[in-house]
C-alpha cells in the first residue's frame, strides 16, 4: 500500500474521504478515454484489455464507495484494523499504469512524427525562381511548378527535385545515402529536395514538386509504416480476445468459491480476490507487446537505410526462404560503363577514347555518355567534333581534328574473351579499324559480399533479369547465384514468384524498375532500391534507401530482431499474468493464510509493462 500509510494517521472518515475525492476525478475524467474504450467494447461485444481493465478498477472503485457510504451497515465481522478495507488507492494506481501505457505508445510515434518533421524541415521554404529576362525572384516552394528554372547558392538546401543546367557544385546527400562525402554535380546530374548545396552556385530546372519530390516520398513512407499493423498485432488482439472472458470467468469463479466455502468473511475475501484476479491479469504488456517492437524497429531501420513502408513486412521477412533479385539496378549499377579498351596498331588507350569521347559528345545515347564518362575520369583532352551525324541503329560519324571518326556497334562474331557478356563498341579513322571498347554494366560494389551473406542467413538467391542468357549465366557463375532466370518479362517476373510460391516457398523479390512493380506486388515481400523508379517504390513493402544489398542484410537482421523481440514481449507479458492469477485468486491462502492485495496486483501488472517496454527499447541499439 503505498497511501494507507499516510491516510490512517487521519480520522477514520476522513481518511477515506479523502482518497475518494483524489480518486474520482483520475477514474473518471483523467480514465475518461479508458472508460470509453471499455463501453465500446461491452456495446460491440469485442472483448479487449480494456474491457478487463475498466471491469477491474469499476469493481474496486464500486466496493470502496459502498463500504465508505454504507460502513454502519457492514457487520462487525467484515472490519479490518482500520474499517472496511478501501481501494481507492489500487484503483487510481491502476488507471494511472494504464495510462502511461498509452502515453509511452504515444511517444514511440511521437518519435516517428518528429522524424517526419525533421525530413519535411529539410527543404526551405522559399526557392530563388528566374524570370525569363535571367533575373530572380524569391517565391514560396509550394509556388514551383515542373519547368522552372532555379538557382541555389551555396550553404543552401534544395527545394524540389531536378536536374542541374548551369554551374556545378557539391551536394551533401547523407539525408538520402547515410554517406558523409559531398557527390559532385555537374550539368546533367539528378538532385534532389532536401540535399544540401556545400560549394558552387549553379542553375537547375525543376522536375518534380510538393508531393513527388524524393523527400516527400520517404516522409510518406515513414507514415505508411506506422500506419500499418502487422498479422503478429493483430495475432495479439485475437489472444487478447479470449484471454479476457477467461479472466472474467476465473474472476467470478474466485469471487463463488471463496463466498461458498470460506468459513468466515467469504463473499467480501471472494470480492477483493476477484477484484484482484482483474487487475492481475490486465492485459497492458500484450496491448504493448507488438505495437512498442514495431515502432522502435522501423525508427532503428530508417538510421541504417531501411525504410518501412509496411510494417507487416518486416515479419514476412523474418520467415522469407527465396530471395528473387533482378539485375540491372539491383545487382549492378544499372547505368554502362567502359569495362576495357583495346587499341588496334598505331594507337594508344588513352588516344582512341579520346576520338571516341570527342565523336560521342553531341550524342545523348547511354553507351556515349559512357564513353565520354570514361574520358573524363581519366583526364584526358579531347577536341571539339565538326559534322556530327547520328546514324539510328549504327552509330555515329564526326570529323575530329580534320579525322573521319567512326563509332558504332561491332559485328557480333567479335569477342573479347576477358569481356565474354559485354557489349563492343568499333571505333575506325579514316576508314581503318582503330580499336574495341568494352562496355557493361558493373556490379555494385557491395553485392557479392551482400549476397554470400543472404545465403549464409538461410536465403536462396536467385537472379531474374530481362537481359540475354549468355550475360545471365555469366553474372550469376561470377556470383555463386543459386539460379537465374533470363530473358524474362515483366509479367514473367511475377508469374516466376508465384510459382515460387505455389511450391511453398516464401518470396522476396528485390528490384528497383517500372518493370518490376508486378513482382514486387505478388511478392510475399517487395523489396525496392531508393535510387529506382517511383512505381517500384511503390509496389514495395520495404524500400533500401541507398539502393544496395547490403542494406537487404541489415533488413533481414532487422526482421528478424523485431520478431523475436515481439516473441519474448509476448512471452513476459502471459508470465506475469499466468503466474500471478493463482496468487490473486487466493490459491496460497488455506497453506499460508497470505492474499494477494488489488494493490500488489496492480504492481505485478505496471512491472511487466515495464519489462515489455524496454525489451522493446533494446532494438534501438541492435546489431544490424
Excluded at 92 to 118: K, N, P, S, Y
Excluded at 258 to 267: E, I, K, M, Q
Excluded at 410 to 434: C, F, K, Y
Aim: aromatic share 6%; proline share 5%.
Amino acid at each position: 500500500m503505498i497511501w494507507p500509510h499516510a491516510f490512517h494517521r487521519l480520522p477514520a472518515g476522513l481518511s477515506g474521504w479523502l482518497q475518494f475525492a483524489l480518486t474520482t476525478p483520475i477514474f473518471f475524467w483523467a480514465g475518461a478515454p479508458l472508460n470509453g474504450r471499455w463501453w465500446k467494447s461491452i456495446r460491440e461485444r469485442d472483448t479487449n484489455m480494456f474491457t478487463l481493465t475498466v471491469t477491474g478498477t469499476g469493481a474496486a472503485y464500486g466496493f470502496s464507495l459502498a463500504a465508505l457510504l454504507l460502513a454502519r451497515f457492514f457487520p462487525a465481522a467484515y472490519l479490518g484494523e482500520h474499517g472496511v478495507p478501501l481501494y481507492f488507492e489500487a484503483v487510481a494506481f491502476i488507471t494511472c499504469i494504464v495510462l502511461l501505457g498509452q502515453i509511452l505508445e504515444q511517444r514511440a510515434h511521437a518519435r516517428t512524427d518528429a522524424a517526419i518533421r525533421v525530413l519535411m524541415s529539410l527543404a526551405p521554404t522559399q526557392a530563388h525562381r528566374l524570370r525569363s529576362d535571367g533575373t530572380e525572384e524569391d517565391v514560396a516552394i509550394g509556388a514551383v511548378q515542373p519547368g522552372d528554372r532555379l538557382r541555389v547558392r551555396p550553404g543552401e538546401s534544395l527545394p524540389v527535385d531536378g536536374v542541374v543546367l548551369e554551374g556545378s557544385s557539391e551536394i551533401n546527400e547523407a539525408m538520402l545515402t547515410g554517406e558523409p562525402l559531398p557527390v559532385a554535380k555537374p550539368p546533367g546530374s539528378k538532385v534532389s529536395a532536401g540535399t544540401l548545396n556545400t560549394t558552387g552556385s549553379f542553375v537547375f530546372r525543376a522536375e518534380r514538386v510538393g508531393a513527388d519530390t524524393l523527400l516527400a516520398q520517404i516522409i510518406r513512407l515513414v507514415e505508411q509504416a506506422v500506419e500499418s499493423e502487422a498479422p503478429i498485432a493483430r495475432l495479439a488482439d485475437r489472444v487478447s480476445a479470449w484471454f479476457v472472458p477467461v479472466v472474467l470467468g476465473l474472476a467470478g469463479v474466485t469471487f463463488l468459491a471463496w463466498g461458498l466455502f470460506a468459513p468466515d468473511r467469504g463473499w467480501l475475501y471472494g470480492l477483493i480476490n476477484a477484484i484482484s484476479v482483474l487487475v492481475i491479469a490486465c492485459p497492458c504488456a500484450l496491448g504493448l507487446a507488438t505495437p512498442v517492437s514495431l515502432v522502435t524497429g522501423i525508427g532503428r531501420g530508417a538510421a541504417a537505410g531501411v525504410l518501412v513502408k509496411e510494417s507487416a513486412a518486416l515479419e514476412r521477412l523474418a520467415g522469407a526462404n527465396t530471395l528473387l533479385i533482378d539485375k540491372t539496378g539491383t545487382l549492378t549499377e544499372g547505368r554502362p560503363r567502359v569495362v576495357a579498351v583495346e587499341p588496334a596498331a598505331g594507337f594508344t588507350v588513352d588516344s582512341l577514347l579520346s576520338l571516341a569521347a570527342a565523336a560521342e559528345a553531341a550524342s545523348e545515347h547511354p553507351l556515349a555518355r559512357a564513353i565520354v564518362d570514361e574520358a573524363r575520369a581519366r583526364s584526358l583532352a579531347y577536341p571539339a567534333a565538326a559534322e556530327f551525324a547520328a546514324e539510328p541503329g549504327a552509330g555515329v560519324r564526326a570529323t575530329v581534328g580534320g579525322r573521319a571518326v567512326r563509332v558504332e556497334r561491332a559485328p557480333s562474331d567479335l569477342v573479347l574473351a576477358s569481356q565474354a557478356d559485354a557489349t563492343l563498341v568499333a571505333v575506325s579513322v579514316d576508314g581503318q579499324r582503330a580499336g574495341l571498347l568494352a562496355l557493361a554494366d558493373p556490379l555494385k560494389a557491395t553485392s557479392a559480399r551482400a549476397v554470400t551473406e543472404l545465403q549464409r542467413l538461410g536465403l536462396k538467391v536467385r537472379m531474374v533479369t530481362g537481359d540475354r542468357e549468355l550475360t545471365a549465366r555469366a553474372l550469376a557463375s561470377q556470383l555463386g547465384l543459386d539460379g537465374y532466370a533470363a530473358g524474362i518479362t515483366p509479367a514473367g517476373k511475377q508469374d516466376l514468384v508465384r510459382a515460387h510460391q505455389a511450391r511453398g516457398e516464401r518470396v522476396v523479390f528485390a528490384g528497383d524498375g517500372l518493370n518490376d512493380a508486378p513482382a514486387l506486388a505478388a511478392a510475399d515481400v517487395g523489396i525496392a532500391m531508393g535510387t529506382g523508379t517511383d512505381v517500384a517504390i511503390h509496389s514495395a513493402g520495404l524500400v533500401l534507401v541507398k539502393g544496395d544489398l547490403a542494406a537487404l542484410v541489415r533488413a533481414v537482421h532487422l526482421s528478424r530482431a523485431v520478431l523475436r523481440n515481439i516473441k519474448q514481449n509476448l512471452f513476459w507479458a502471459f508470465a506475469f499474468n499466468t503466474a500471478g492469477l493463482p496468487l490473486a485468486a487466493g490459491a496460497l491462502y488455506p497453506f499460508t493464510g497470505w492474499l494477494l492485495n488489488p494493490m500488489f496486483a496492480s504492481v505485478a501488472m505496471s512491472l511487466s509493462s515495464v519489462t515489455v517496454i524496454t525489451n522493446a527499447l533494446r532494438l534501438r541499439h541492435a546489431r544490424l
